[in-house]
């Protein structure tokens, strides 16, 4: 009896050829999404940088150039605040389609008081969530044309704590910044974890998956001059908490994973290995309460609403 060939292990620096294939970054100027830029840009596919600042885009291409020789980057301006703005943002992409996308960027607050985008939305659940999900309307028809389109979601570790409040989505009544981002988190996990139910309802070709990075320090990252810089002081005194995480280089690799992986199915969730704090990839059990579709359908409908999207998101 033949037994079927094993897919080789899965290395984290040295993943798969992707030459000839599109990614679209969401703030992939910095952070996770510069680390994931970097690491896909190496395995020969055109990665395109979306953020609001040209300069930091120009930064960040810079110094991937710098480590990637011959990478394909190039920028598009995109600004997740703005809703209005997302559809010429798409066009100006100029493709015809589009392999992947991570939606990745995000805004973390610390400190009150709430702030709102031009839009009237709380900002970070009008960045983090509601600019992705109308995004996706505008990238349906080339992630559809693509042979294998993928969305990858960028949740966190704080998702896990948190649940939604439906009936308080913007954080009106009580905002507390730390909560609420970690709930605008879990509203991006959510909807990419009904985004791939609702793909497969209409046997769509376009996968959605969930990755998210762990305890991901500053202190712990290489320094990436001028896009991040960390002193060797810094390092030092981070030394004790890289026993349980880990830097933003390593916490792009479930990103990366589940843009690149054949054999990742939708409806995924991928983290670090050990604890899902740090370490190699891996899938994780995806927690109750991200994927609950009574939850996930309600916030759906609001989303749409609020984002004044097509309630399919452009999927058919």
Same mark, same amino acid.
């Given at each position: 009896?033949?037994?079927?060939?094993?897919?080789?292990?899965?290395?984290?620096?040295?993943?798969?050829?992707?030459?000839?294939?599109?990614?679209?970054?969401?703030?992939?100027?910095?952070?996770?999404?510069?680390?994931?830029?970097?690491?896909?840009?190496?395995?020969?596919?055109?990665?395109?940088?979306?953020?609001?600042?040209?300069?930091?885009?120009?930064?960040?291409?810079?110094?991937?150039?710098?480590?990637?020789?011959?990478?394909?980057?190039?920028?598009?301006?995109?600004?997740?605040?703005?809703?209005?703005?997302?559809?010429?943002?798409?066009?100006?992409?100029?493709?015809?389609?589009?392999?992947?996308?991570?939606?990745?960027?995000?805004?973390?607050?610390?400190?009150?008081?709430?702030?709102?985008?031009?839009?009237?939305?709380?900002?970070?659940?009008?960045?983090?969530?509601?600019?992705?999900?109308?995004?996706?309307?505008?990238?349906?028809?080339?992630?559809?044309?693509?042979? &294998?389109?993928?969305? $990858?979601?960028?949740?966190?570790? %704080? !998702?896990? @704590? /948190?649940?939604?409040?439906? *009936?308080?989505?913007?954080?009106?009544?009580?905002?507390?910044?730390?909560?609420?981002?970690?709930?605008?988190?879990?509203?991006?996990?959510?909807f990419g974890f009904e985004l791939d139910r609702r793909l497969r309802a209409v046997g769509s070709t376009v996968l959605s998956v969930v990755a998210h990075p762990g305890g991901a320090l500053d202190s712990l990252t290489p320094s990436r001059p001028p896009v991040h810089v960390t002193t060797p002081g810094?390092?030092?005194?981070?030394?004790?908490?890289?026993?349980?995480?880990?830097?933003?280089?390593?916490?792009?690799?479930?990103?990366?994973?589940?843009?690149?992986?054949?054999?990742?199915?939708?409806?995924?969730?991928?983290?670090?290995?050990?604890?899902?704090?740090?370490?190699?990839?891996?899938?994780?059990?995806?927690?109750?309460?991200? &994927?609950?579709?009574? $939850?996930?359908?309600?916030?759906? %409908? !609001?989303? @749409? /609403?609020?984002?004044?999207? *097509?309630?399919?998101?452009?999927?058919?």
């Open positions: 009896m033949s037994t079927a060939p094993q897919s080789r292990p899965w290395d984290v620096h040295r993943p798969p050829s992707a030459e000839g294939r599109t990614f679209l970054i969401t703030g992939g100027n910095a952070g996770i999404g510069y680390f994931a830029a970097e690491q896909l840009a190496a395995t020969g596919a055109v990665v395109v940088l979306g953020s609001r600042d040209a300069a930091k885009a120009d930064a960040a291409m810079t110094s991937i150039r710098s480590r990637v020789p011959c990478a394909h980057v190039r920028h598009l301006q995109l600004d997740l605040a703005d809703l209005s703005s997302l559809k010429t943002a798409v066009d100006r992409l100029d493709l015809d389609h589009l392999d992947a996308v991570v939606h990745n960027a995000g805004v973390a607050l610390d400190e009150p008081p709430r702030r709102e985008t031009k839009d009237g939305h709380e900002l970070m659940f009008g960045t983090n969530h509601l600019g992705h999900f109308a995004l996706t309307q505008w990238l349906a028809p080339l992630l559809s044309a693509a042979p &294998a389109g993928r969305i $990858v979601t960028v949740g966190s570790f %704080a !998702a896990r @704590s /948190e649940r939604l409040d439906l *009936d308080d989505l913007q954080s009106t009544r009580d905002y507390r910044p730390k909560r609420t981002y970690g709930r605008t988190k879990l509203a991006q996990m959510s810094e390092r030092l005194r981070a030394l004790p908490a890289g026993l349980l995480v880990q830097g933003k280089d390593a916490g792009a690799w479930p990103v990366v994973r589940a843009v690149l992986d054949s054999e990742i199915q939708g409806g995924q969730l991928w983290g670090p290995r050990a604890f899902g704090l740090r370490g190699r990839p891996r899938r994780e059990p995806v927690p109750p309460h991200m &994927a609950d579709p009574a $939850v996930a359908a309600r916030l759906w %409908a !609001a989303s @749409s /609403e609020l984002a004044g999207t *097509d309630p399919n998101l452009g999927f058919r």
